[in-house]
Structures are given as C-alpha cells and as structure tokens.
C-alpha cells in the first residue's frame, strides 16, 4: 500500500507543478499590471484639479453675494414692517422691495448673452460683481437721505441692480467651469456656483439671525464682503476656449497650460496637450466661420440651439413655479404661516444649512445618480413636501397637531430641492449649449425663467391672501409632480457626455451609438479596445 501510494504521489505531482507556476506567473502579471496603473489625463492630474477648482472658487465668490441678494428680504421684512420705526413698508411696498430684484433679473440674462460672447467670461463676471457692489452700495447709504421717498426710491434702485447681478451670474462662472475642464470633473465644477448661492443665502441668514434690528448693519457687511469678491476676479485666467475664438491664441496656450497643470514655460513639447488645444482650435474656427456666416436669428432657428432654448426655459419655469425661489425669499414669513412653533429666523438658518450641506454632497450625487434621476427624485419629493403642509392645514385635527411636520416638511423641501430642482437648471445651462451660441442662448433661457420667477414672487401675498395657505402649498405640490413628468420625458442625461456629443444629440435626436456604448463601459480596457475597434 505504502508503495502504490507513493508512486501515485509521484505520478501526480508533475502535472500540479506547471499550474502552481502558472498561478504564480498570473499573480505576477496582476501585480505588474497594478503598479503599471494607466496615467490620468492631462486635466485630471492633481495640480490641474486643484488650479480649476482654485479659479472657479473665486468665480464662484460674487455668486455667493448674489445669494445674499435672494435671500436678505428673509430677514429684512420683519423690521421693516414694524411700525414702529421711522421708517416702514406697507404690504405693497414690501412685496415690489422683495419682488423688484427678480423684475431686473432677465435684464441681466440678457446683458449676459451680449457681455460674455464679446468681452469674455472673466470680464463678464467682473462686470456682474461691479454692478453687485453699486447695489450694495445704494442700500447701505440710503438711510442717510431725511425724505421717506427717496429712501424708498434709492433701496428699490439697489435691489434693481442686486437683480442684474443675480440675472447676469446664471451662467458665466458655470460656463467657464464648463471650459476649463474635463467631463469627468466638469460637473463638480459647475456645482460650484449652486454651492456659492447656497453659501450667500446662508450667510445671510446668519446675518439676520444674530443682526435683528439694524439692517443698515447688514447693508455695509454685505457691501464690503462683495467689494472683496470683485477683488478675487483679478487672477483668474481668461477661458482658453473663448481666447481661441477672438483668435487670441497665445493667451489660449498659456490659460490651458495652466489649467492641465502644466509650467509657464512654453519650451516642453506634451504630446496630449497639443491634441487638445489643436481640437480646441478646429472647433474655434467652425465657431468664427457659423458665426460670421448666421446672425442670432439664424443661429436661434438650428435644432441645436432653439431645442435647448425651449428645454431650459421650461426648466426654469417649473423651477420658479414650484416654490422653490418663493420659500428662500419668504422663508420666515412662510414658517411662521405654516405654524411653526420655534423662532422662525431660526429656522430659515436651519434650511440654509441643509441646502449648503445638501449642496456639497451634490457632485456625488450627480455623477453616481445622473441628471435626469437626480431631478425626478427632488421633485418628486418636494411635491411630497408641499402636500403634507397642505395636509397640516385640511385636516387640523389630525395632521395640524402633528407640531413637528412644518419644520420637517419646509427643511426637508430645502433638501430635496437642492437636489435637483434648485441646482440643475444652473448646472445644466451651462453644457446644453453649443460653444458658439453659449453666451446667447443661456441669456435667453434666463431671461425668460427670471421673468416667471418675478411674477411668481410679486404675487405669493395675492396667492396666498385668494387661495389660503394651505391651498398655495397644494398648487406647488401639483406644479413639483408636473415638474417630475417634465424631466422624465425632455430632459436629456449629461452626465460623462463631452460638450460636442451633447450638441450632436440635439441636432440628431439621438446620441452616437459607437460613443453612447463606450461611455458606459466602466472598465477602462474594455474602453480602449471598443475604441480601437
């Protein structure tokens, strides 16, 4: 026995021999494979991340003021109804004081679609911070006049131009996020101006919270945090993609050497970045020659641009229709009429803090999620939202004594909201549009979304004194499903698309099958070889 056992041993043992080299040999290319990891692209390298994410921070600085602008009546309205004071609104004067900066705001979106396409992004945005500043100013100096008339004259000119501001800052900074970067990124980017709005209403908030009877207090703070803002453009490096049309090719180098994180020195010759910039150029002269060619009549009528017209003008509409602007300018007001028991300053500076660190998860969410999900989720849980306060106020008996339902539902229809609804109209206007008509067609989709959003702020008193309050929230409920059914059906996915696959989907219906199969492949080898086929 123990002979055959050892003769089946040694028969065995040479086949098993080979396998364990094998396996061994597989460990070792697995290992080499791992430590030979595909380089990220140019403008995904850390020193290129962090160069964007630095200038679109700063970018990002004067929307933070024009948050401040959307939000002050919040804080403001409660003083300046006292009667008290030597100075006081009535419900007429109060509602044009909250309500005038969104009647100015499509004058700002149309400023933006000739500003940015003929004196650039960097411009425009220095422009928008300037016109900011006159308006903070106006408002901290016009308690200094005796004449009741006059004040009431100079706070509405200042509010007038706070609305330019918020008009004009829709779309540059996203635009030249949108420019600067790569898609894997670009979202994250383009974020940055939700975030920076979300930031202003906060601080706003807090302002009002711990400032309650001083406004001209709040005036001056606030004019002096956006002089700083208008200071921090002054770095910022002109987008390379806007240099290249206006034929400012040198200047265009060393903006996109800068953002691929490579040195000032222009002697290294990088193989992947003259790639990109020799696209970058051929798109640019197709841009000048469609331009020369096609005045903005013409270019309006081409399926690439009137379809993401019409698609983001809706957006808006349903964005300002369903509430969501209405409850950061009247978020104290709204509180104290939905029975809410603790302070209602308070709570506008709790629904501050759930947009901002809603805000800041949102990239995330974004990109694991997409658009279209993302902005079906957050309608249809604002609608939720707004139907259960309307509950609150049917059924008193039973709903009403639940104390704890208006600050959930008004802080969790903050959250929701973040989520889609308030933050993808501004991410989106910034990558629906084709590169030559960028600048002009975000400024009319604006224009038309801020009319509605000043409509919709002018007459809440009305709507809510005809309809009762409980009825007002039962219409946004129905106006957030309609908003729903709107992003499922005509909101196109963005997500991982480059700006010219974007524009290809609008003008074929369709996106390219060979790029739609590629760009869903995550295994970056599957990628190359589908590619390479």
């Known amino acids: 026995m123990t002979e055959k056992t050892e003769q089946q041993e040694q028969h065995l043992v040479p ?39 630095l200038m679109v921070f700063l970018g990002n600085c004067g929307v933070l003021g024009s948050g401040m602008v959307v939000s002050m009546p919040a804080v ?26 969104n009647m100015a705001c ?18 425009t945005i220095l422009l928008t911070n300037l016109i900011g500043l006159l308006g903070w100013i106006l408002l901290a100096t016009s308690f200094m006049h005796s004449n009741r008339d006059l004040i009431y004259a100079q706070m509405l000119a200042g509010r007038a131009l706070g609305g330019i501001m918020i008009g004009m800052f829709v ?53 002096c945090y956006q002089l700083m803002a208008t200071l921090l453009v002054f770095p910022m490096p002109e987008s390379p993609s806007w240099l290249l049309i206006k034929n400012k090719e040198d200047r265009a180098r060393k903006s ?8 000032k020195n222009d002697a290294d010759y990088v193989p992947e970045f003259e790639a990109e910039l020799s696209h970058m150029r051929e798109v640019a002269a197709m841009s000048r020659t469609t331009a020369a060619s096609e005045s903005l009549g013409q270019m309006i009528h081409r399926p690439e641009v009137y379809k993401p017209v019409l698609m983001m003008t809706t957006f808006f509409g349903f964005q300002q229709m369903c509430g969501v602007v209405v409850i950061i300018v009247y978020a104290v007001q709204i509180a104290q009429q939905a029975g809410v028991t603790i302070d209602p300053v308070l709570v506008a500076v709790m629904l501050g803090v759930a947009r901002i660190i809603t805000t800041l998860f949102m990239s995330k969410v974004f990109e694991q999620w997409g658009r279209k999900p993302s902005g079906i989720f957050s309608a249809s849980g604002m609608g939720i939202c707004m139907l259960l306060l309307a ?47 960028r600048g002009s067609a975000s400024g009319i989709a604006v224009f038309f979304g801020m009319i509605l959003a000043f409509v919709m702020l002018k007459i809440y008193p009305n709507m809510q004194a005809a309809l009762g309050t409980s009825n007002l929230f039962a219409f946004y409920a129905f106006v957030s499903f ?24 609008w003008q074929t219906g369709k996106f390219s099958r060979r790029l739609t199969v590629a760009n869903n492949l995550k295994d970056v080898e599957l990628h190359e070889v589908f590619l390479k086929k």
């Open 171 to 223: 779309s540059p900074v996203g635009v030249y996020s949108a420019e600067i970067s790569l898609p894997k990124i670009r979202g994250r980017l383009i974020l940055g101006t939700s975030l920076g709005l979300a930031g202003g209403i906060l601080l706003m908030y807090c302002l009002g919270y711990f400032i309650r009877h001083n406004i001209v207090l709040i005036f001056s703070i606030s004019c």
């Open 482 to 505: 309609m908003a729903a059914a709107f992003i499922g059906t005509f909101v196109p996915e963005t997500r991982g698309r480059t700006l010219e696959e974007l524009e290809e989907r």
């Open 76 to 101: 403001t309205l409660n003083q300046l109804h006292d009667e008290t004071q030597p100075f006081w609104l009535n419900k007429d004067e109060s509602s044009w004081f909250a309500s005038i900066n």
């Open 15 to 53: 086949p098993y021999k080979p396998t364990t080299v094998v396996i061994k040999d597989m460990d070792k290319t697995k290992e080499s494979q791992k430590s030979q990891k595909k380089p990220k692209p140019l403008g995904e390298s850390r020193s290129a991340v962090l160069r964007q994410e």
């Open 106 to 123: 499509p004058l700002g979106g149309l400023m933006v679609s000739y500003f940015m396409d003929r004196i650039g992004r960097k411009h």
């Open 256 to 263: 996109l050497r800068y953002f691929r994180g490579l040195p």
């Open 391 to 437: 509950c609150g106020g049917w059924f008193p008996e039973s709903v009403g004594t639940w104390h704890w339902v208006p600050v959930a539902c008004i802080v969790a229809h903050i959250v929701f909201s973040t989520m889609g609804m308030l933050t993808l109209p501004f991410l989106m206007i910034s990558e629906v549009f084709p590169q030559r008509a």
